[in-house]
């Protein structure tokens, strides 16, 4: 009877710390945790590096995008969801490369999780995508993200260590556009503890 009642705890410490460890690796980003140190190709159209702020060939760091606030979308070129929100998510690019007031200070990249560098340039393709994609097709970034759901969005201001400073991220659809932007501008001004 010892025994048996011996392997049922083991069982069970075993079954809460798997449980556990679960819960820790998916818990998504959360507003004030620093953005993973995540590399990335640098791109190899012309007018993305420009816009990132990037030159020459290999890996980046996202510290090295020359921006005040930039949003991360988390998509897979297979969720209906994404194909869904991305001409939102084009709209959402050009009113902000439209406004003095927004462009060069917010910019915006995809990471295609689960997706090869070709499946991302069919997703960039088919939904005439302007601003630059990467591919995650070993799921590496998406897991040091927690694993989130499709589409997600994470917005992010560099702190004073260079570091960049979650202040948005949700999964799901972008509300209103415009009230987003200025949401986002207002949670990185230096006076809510952001901006450079």
Not at 49 to 74: C, D, N, P
Not at 84 to 103: M, T
Request: overall charge positive; aromatic content about 10%.
């Amino acid at each position: 009877m010892d025994r048996r009642r011996t392997r049922c705890r083991h069982a069970a410490w075993t079954l809460a710390l798997v449980a556990a460890v679960g819960a820790m690796a998916a818990a998504p980003p959360q507003t004030g945790d620093c953005l993973p140190e995540l590399r990335l190709a640098v791109p190899r159209a012309p007018e993305h590096r420009s816009y990132l702020g990037l030159t020459g060939q290999g890996e980046f760091t996202l510290h090295r995008i020359k921006a005040e606030v930039l949003i991360v979308e988390i998509f897979s070129m297979y969720c209906p969801h994404c194909q869904k929100e991305a001409p939102r998510v084009n709209a959402l690019y050009h009113r902000i490369e439209s406004q003095d007031r927004f462009r060069g200070r917010i910019k915006l990249i995809g990471i295609g999780v689960g997706n090869s560098d070709y499946e991302v340039s069919v997703f960039r393709e088919t939904f005439a995508i302007p601003f630059p994609l990467f591919a995650d097709g070993n799921y590496h970034i998406h897991k040091r993200l927690g694993e989130v759901r499709t589409p997600y969005f994470l917005v992010a201001r560099p702190g004073s260590d260079g570091a960049w400073r979650l202040i948005y991220s949700a999964a799901g659809a972008l509300e209103d556009l415009d009230a987003f932007l200025e949401r986002m501008l207002v949670l990185a001004a230096p006076s809510n503890g952001g901006g450079s």
